[in-house]
């Protein structure tokens, strides 16, 4: 497996971020689907995985 550099994670994250957002602007106030629900959370898992993977990096430098 290659390993990704810094700045590839920190731009997978963003765009995460940007996922979580845009999921979030669609967000229904009313009769929410399961999918969008699973989605919000495969979303959050990942942010949280990709900022874990950073955090480690800048620690390591």
Request: aromatic share 4%.
């Amino acid at each position: 497996m290659i390993e990704k550099s810094t700045q590839q994670l920190e731009k997978e994250l963003h765009e995460v971020e940007n996922q979580l957002m845009d999921l979030k602007n669609r967000w229904p106030a009313h009769s929410l689907k399961p999918a969008m629900l699973i989605q919000l959370e495969d979303l959050e898992e990942e942010r949280d995985r990709l900022q874990w993977l950073v955090e480690e990096r800048n620690h390591k430098d």
